[in-house]
């Protein structure tokens, strides 16, 4: 079985980085402990191995399709599916009364990487099916929860989101998915969405779909939009299932992630079509926000979890494969001798260490913002509205910045192949494929670019910004203990202090009402504050690894942390310094991409 993930990185970043048994102090977790969990990641691991990873590459050659009327997919979905209700793994983070596991989120999303890791198309199925179930839970009346979610939670019944539209795109304020009161307590539901992610397949009985609409009379844009569950089947008072003129249009056929069925819905088309009301009207946007921002940090954990995959491929081929000689002291190569493996080679290890510092950065800061959530639902009662602070800064980044830079690591792993990395004998052409998704999933780069510039860092008078900043200090403090990692103190210091810099610069166009300015690269300050935030996490792991070193506490061998040191030595000689780069545009004069009155570009 090839590697496609560490084990050893995982518990790393959960018990030494992050020291997640704080939380199991907490009342809410209390029932959870340190064999427990690590009995959790060896028997996902387990099944990861024998059903996911065997399956990963037969399900991207025989993908999901559309055949007479129906969604055909691989019978292993039919199989997660089972498992995922079986062992809870559905509603693992529920309440216990809800029945749930009680599972820190933090966990959730370790145990969610081994997954993504072995098959990045199947964690999908189940993760919309708990995300579903859990704004029913949150949102809806007890009667809706008694009728949906314990089926849903069983895997008998899966869940999707339907937002998009084929007119409105990302734009949810055009949407015109109708909604019309029946005066029964339900709504007669018309229209159409597009690109829903396990929208229907014959391994699951029902689908329970939340739907955003817009009630007739409902005030114009996002204000006016409400939420539904609309199921494809629904129940009679005998229990029995009939249709609720919910049709499955057709299946997307996709570069990439072909194992996961995206379907075209068509609500209402006979005009019997039944949705019921979930949270206030004219609020649903405000509650499938709950869903997509627990779906957007699910993307940048997919993606990383993808990239790492590519990562541990590329590194065992580059083990393998002699190519070349190295070039000795005296600047020539000795013919006479045996090729060398080409992990020898500079540029090899390069490209090897660029991926190894994307994909561990990206898990670090994945799990942070999985931490966060937990603690601003039930750590210090003093805190709480710091954590929510700081996950709401976070998300964006750590959704976009494993989907962007997750595919220039497997670009680089494709590199490292040459040739065979384009060819369907190895499996970087497929993560390649697969990872490009993830940029467009829940909000573009540019959408997550916009709402971390226009909305989360200037939120609250930049409130979550001086937590961060507090948080990046106190890294500092700590790596500047070791003559060894000050250098790199520093840089990140001088890192976040050029990132201030810029947003001073970019705050006087917001101030002034220039807001289009402000925003128009938007996308580069994201590129600038991810590194920024990549090199804070490293840092953080750097000193961790240091500590362990100097203490003898070597749990995964010396060289694990060792290598730890080296990756973050590599991130901040390579990676960071591209924020000068990013700075010199964003204060740049010139304003190339605004619309202006009687330009002729692009006429």
């Known amino acids: 079985m090839s590697q496609y993930m560490s084990l050893d990185n995982l518990k790393f970043l959960l018990y030494d980085v992050f020291g997640v048994e704080d939380l199991f102090k907490l009342d809410h977790y209390n029932e959870y402990d340190k064999d427990g969990v690590d009995i959790l990641l060896e028997s996902t691991k387990t099944f990861a191995d024998q059903k996911m990873y065997t399956t990963f590459k037969e399900m991207d050659e025989d993908p999901a399709r559309y055949e007479d009327g129906k969604i055909i ?28 596991m009680q599972m820190p989120h933090v966990i959730f999303s370790a145990l969610s990487h081994i997954t993504e890791s072995a098959n990045n198309s199947l964690p999908g199925y189940s993760g919309l099916t708990g995300g579903a179930a859990n704004l029913i839970v949150t949102f809806g009346e007890e009667s809706l929860y008694e009728k949906y979610v314990p089926k849903m939670l069983s895997g008998q019944w899966a869940g999707t989101m339907c937002l998009t539209e084929p007119n409105a795109g990302s734009s949810l304020s055009d949407i015109t998915t109708s909604a019309k009161p029946n005066g029964d307590g339900s709504y007669s539901i018309q229209g159409q969405k597009i690109f829903i992610s396990g929208g229907d397949h014959e391994y699951c009985e029902n689908f329970i779909h939340l739907v955003l609409a817009r009630i007739e009379g409902a005030p114009a844009g996002t204000k006016g939009i409400s939420l539904f569950v609309v199921p494809k089947l629904r129940e009679l008072e005998d229990g029995t299932l009939e249709a609720n003129d919910v049709i499955t249009a057709g299946d997307f056929q996709k570069m990439g992630q072909r194992g996961y069925c995206t379907t075209h819905l068509s609500f209402g088309e006979n005009s019997d079509c ?46 393998e494969r002699p190519q070349g000689r190295r070039i000795s002291s005296g600047g020539k190569k000795d013919v006479s001798s ?26 670090s800061l994945l799990l942070e913002a999985s931490y966060y959530y937990d603690l601003s639902l039930h750590g210090n009662e003093d805190e709480r509205e710091k954590y929510h602070d700081l996950l709401e800064l976070l998300t964006p980044i750590a959704k976009t910045y494993p989907s962007e830079m997750g595919r220039v690591a497997i670009s680089n792993g494709l590199q490292i192949f040459g040739g065979y990395g384009f060819c369907t004998d190895f499996p970087l052409e497929q993560y390649y494929r697969d990872v490009r ?72 166009y917001a101030m002034s009402g220039n807001h289009e300015r402000y925003i128009a690269d938007a996308s580069i300050f994201m590129e600038m504050m991810s590194n920024v935030v990549l090199a804070w996490q490293w840092l953080k792991m750097g000193t961790v690894a240091k500590t362990q070193l100097i203490t003898g506490n070597v749990t995964f061998g010396t060289e694990f942390y060792e290598e730890k040191i080296h990756t973050m030595k590599y991130f901040f000689k390579y990676e960071l310094p591209k924020i000068n780069g990013h700075a010199e545009t964003l204060m740049h004069q010139d304003t190339l991409t605004i619309v202006e009155e009687n330009e002729k570009i692009f006429a």
Request: net charge positive; hydrophobic share 40%; charged share 20%.
């Open 437 to 508: 998704i993830m940029a467009l999933y829940e909000g573009t780069t540019g959408i997550q670019s916009l709402d971390l510039l226009g909305r989360k860092v200037p939120m609250k008078n930049g409130q979550a910004m001086k937590f961060l900043t507090l948080a990046i200090i106190d890294s500092i403090k700590n790596a500047s203990k070791y003559d060894e990692l000050i250098p790199y103190a520093e840089a990140l210091k001088a890192g976040s202090k050029k990132l201030e810099e810029v947003l001073t610069h970019l705050l006087q």
């Open 73 to 100: 997919v691989h019978p292993v979905v039919g199989e997660y599916m089972k498992f995922c209700g079986e062992n809870g793994g559905i509603g693992s983070t529920f309440a216990y009364d809800k029945g749930g």
């Open 274 to 319: 039944r949705g019921w009301l979930v949270g206030p009207p004219n609020k649903g946007l405000k509650c499938m926000f709950q869903m997509m921002n627990g779906a957007r940090i699910d993307v940048g954990l997919t993606a990383a979890s993808t990239a790492t995959a590519a990562y541990y491929a590329s590194l065992q081929y580059a083990k």
């Open 338 to 363: 045996e090729p060398t493996l080409i992990i020898n080679h500079p540029d090899v290890r390069r490209m090897l260490l660029l991926q190894k510092s994307v994909i561990e950065g990206s898990l």
